[in-house]
C-alpha cells in the first residue's frame, strides 16, 4: 500500500512497500507492487540504478489503472546476489518472467525500460514469445544488427576504447575485481557511483539534488558485494564473462513499441532513435523529448508516464484519467 505520508516522498526508500520472492531458480528478487487487479506493467531498472529510479513513475501508473511491477534485478538493491552467478540478460530476463507469470500469475503484460532494463526487456519479448504485448523503450543498448544499421545508412559506433564516455564500461568489464578494490568504502563507491547522475553528463545537468543523488547511490554505496556484482553485466558484454545462454540480440523485435530519446545523454549512441527505426519493426515514434537525458523516467517522468498511459489505454480493464497535477 503507497504511504500518505508526502514529506520527501522521492527520497523515502519506504514510499512503497518491498516486497520479496523466491524464485524458482533460488533467487531471492525484491520487488514494488502496486495497483494490483489492474493491467500488468514492469518496469525494468539500468545501471546504476535500482527500483527507486521509478519513484515519480509508480502512484500514476498505478492509478490509471496499471498493475506496476517493479524488481530490483539480480545482484541490484534489496534482491540476492544470483545463486548461479550470472548476470547476463538471459538470466536476468528469466527472472522477470518468473515472478511476472509464476509468482504473480499473469500469463501477458506490458513493460518499460531504459539503459540495462531495455536491453532486458528485449530480451525478455523476444524469448517468451506473446508474454510482452507492448513495450516502451529508451536510451538503451540495441540488438547487434550490422548489416540492417549499415543499409540504413548507419555506420557502426566507434570501439569503446576510443569513446571518451565509455572509460567505466572498459574498467567494469575488464577490470572489474579491480576497479571493486579501489571502491573499498562507503565514501568511495559513493563518490564513483554519483558521478553518472552529475558530472559524467549522462543526464540534464542539474536533475538530480544532492539528496536525490544521495538517494539513487546509497544502495551502492551501502554493498560491495552488490556493486561487484552489476559490473558483471559489462564483463559478459566484453567477453570476460560467459553468459548463461546466447542472447536474442542479433534480430529484429517485432514487439510492439513505443521508443523515446532524451538527447541530453553523452552515453548511449547519438543515432539511436533512427537505429529504433531499423530494430523495431512495430515502431511508434521515435520520439525525442526535450529536456531529457538518460534517466528519462526520472527528468521527464511526466512525458513517459502520459505516453505508457494513451500507448496502452486499450490493455487497461478501465477507462484511465491522466492527473495533470
Known amino acids: 500500500m503507497i504511504k500518505t505520508d508526502t514529506r520527501s516522498r522521492e527520497v523515502d526508500a519506504g514510499l512503497f512497500e518491498t516486497k520479496c520472492a523466491r524464485l524458482g531458480n533460488g533467487l531471492e528478487l525484491a520487488y514494488v507492487h502496486e495497483g494490483v ?9 539500468g545501471w546504476p540504478e535500482t527500483k527507486r529510479i521509478w519513484w515519480r513513475n509508480i502512484e500514476p501508473l498505478a492509478r490509471a489503472g496499471f498493475e ?4 530490483d534485478l539480480r545482484g541490484f538493491g534489496d534482491s540476492g546476489l544470483a545463486p ?23 500469463d501477458r503484460c506490458a513493460g518499460a525500460g531504459g539503459d540495462w532494463g531495455g536491453v532486458v526487456l528485449q530480451e525478455l519479448g523476444l524469448r517468451f514469445e506473446g508474454f510482452v504485448e507492448r513495450q516502451c523503450i529508451f536510451n538503451t543498448v540495441l540488438p547487434l544488427l550490422k548489416d540492417e544499421y549499415r543499409a540504413a545508412g548507419l555506420e557502426p559506433p566507434p570501439r569503446r576504447e576510443r569513446r571518451a564516455t565509455a572509460d567505466y564500461f572498459v574498467r567494469q568489464g575488464r577490470e572489474a575485481d579491480v576497479l571493486a578494490g579501489e571502491l ?3 565514501e568511495r563507491r559513493r563518490r564513483y557511483i554519483e558521478q553518472f547522475y552529475g558530472p559524467r553528463l549522462w543526464g540534464v545537468p542539474g536533475s538530480f539534488t544532492r539528496q536525490q543523488i544521495d538517494f539513487m547511490t546509497e544502495p551502492f554505496a551501502a554493498d560491495e558485494a552488490k556493486l561487484r556484482a552489476s559490473f558483471g553485466l559489462y564483463e559478459v558484454a566484453m567477453g570476460t564473462r560467459e553468459p548463461s545462454e546466447v542472447p536474442r540480440f542479433f534480430e529484429r523485435n517485432p514487439t510492439p513499441t513505443l521508443a523515446l530519446y532524451g538527447p541530453a545523454d553523452h552515453v548511449v549512441w547519438p543515432d539511436f532513435a533512427e537505429r529504433c527505426e531499423v530494430v523495431f519493426s512495430e515502431l511508434i515514434g ?10 528519462l523516467q526520472w527528468e521527464r517522468a511526466d512525458v513517459l508516464n502520459q505516453g505508457l498511459i494513451y500507448f496502452l489505454r486499450e490493455l487497461v480493464a478501465y477507462p484511465i484519467t491522466f492527473d495533470r497535477k
Request: proline share 8%.
Open 184 to 186: 573499498d568504502s562507503v
Open 286 to 295: 521515435p520520439f525525442v523529448v526535450p529536456r531529457a537525458g538518460h534517466f
Open 68 to 71: 506496476v511491477i517493479v524488481p
Open 84 to 106: 548461479d552467478g550470472f548476470y547476463d540478460q538471459v538470466a536476468v530476463a528469466s527472472d522477470v518472467h518468473m515472478l511476472v507469470r509464476d509468482v504473480l500469475g499473469h
Open 37 to 45: 487487479g489492474g493491467y500488468p506493467l514492469v518496469l525494468l531498472h
